[in-house]
T-cell receptor, first 112, second 114 residues
Framework: GDSVTQMEGPVTLSEEAFLTINCTYT??????LFWYVQYPGEGLQLLLK?????DKGSNKGFEATYRKETTSFHLEKGSVQVSDSAVYFC???????????FGKGITLSVRP | EAGVTQFPSHSVIEKGQTVTLRCDPI?????LYWYRRVMGKEIKFLLH????????ESGMPNNRFLAERTGGTYSTLKVQPAELEDSGVYFC????????????FGDGTRLSIL
């Protein structure tokens, strides 16, 4: 079945550092890929998405590129801020299914 | 526009008791989903309603869980009787239209079974 693997956390960075959070997936067909973010005390919010190979999703300075050849969708940001501290979830939606398959999530802490 | 609302935000009950979680989707959203995150693990799909009908309930863990969506508006998820392994955060999401539409999530209900 479908699955998503995220790098182990937590991750602690200093403000303005470069961020990469790895995500790889296993799915049949051509899934859509997502990054969701959960800020402290809040629900899940869609951060960005990509629906086909080589698409790049971007939002709030974050980017991720759908790489079919490596089945990856790594999240990057050039300069993180304290306000980016949150839990980040990689997810996929496979084929005609509408349900989301999530990774375990990774906690990012950014210190001033 | 009001977002997806979940009640209660936190529930603490003893093993063997019954708990009912509620989700109010965004108005007009036909699709309603339940997900669960057990501590430190993946968020896992439980089930999907289209209006009042269960479209996919393949993720429901066992028959102690009962989900309803009478009238196609709000939904309830009842756990009876609750077991220790049911502890976690239960998320509800809703969307409008086809499967490619974005799902909007609520803040979740944190369920603690003692």
């Amino acid at each position: 079945g479908d699955s998503v693997t995220q790098m182990e956390g937590p991750v602690t960075l200093s403000e303005e550092a470069f961020l990469t959070i790895n995500c790889t997936y296993t799915a049949t067909g051509y899934p859509s890929l997502f990054w969701y973010v959960q800020y402290p005390g809040e629900g899940l919010q869609l951060l960005l998405k990509a629906t086909k190979a080589d698409d790049k999703g971007s939002n709030k300075g974050f980017e991720a590129t759908y790489r079919k050849e490596t089945t990856s969708f790594h999240l990057e940001k050039g300069s993180v801020q304290v306000s980016d501290s949150a839990v980040y979830f990689c997810a996929l939606r496979g084929g005609a299914n509408s349900k989301l398959t999530f990774g375990k999530g990774i906690t990012l802490s950014v210190r001033p | 526009e009001a977002g997806v609302t979940q009640f209660p935000s936190h529930s603490v009950i003893e093993k063997g008791q019954t708990v009912t979680l509620r989700c109010d989707p965004i108005s007009g959203h036909d699709n309603l989903y339940w997900y669960r995150r057990v501590m430190g693990k993946e968020i896992k799909f439980l089930l999907h309603f289209v209006k009042e009908s269960k479209q996919d309930e393949s993720g429901m863990p066992n028959n102690r869980f009962l989900a309803e969506r009478t009238g196609g508006t709000y939904s309830t998820l009842k756990v009876q009787p609750a077991e220790l392994e049911d502890s976690g955060v239960y998320f509800c999401a809703s969307s409008y239209g086809g499967p490619n539409q974005p799902q909007h999530f609520g803040d979740g209900t944190r369920l603690s079974i003692l």
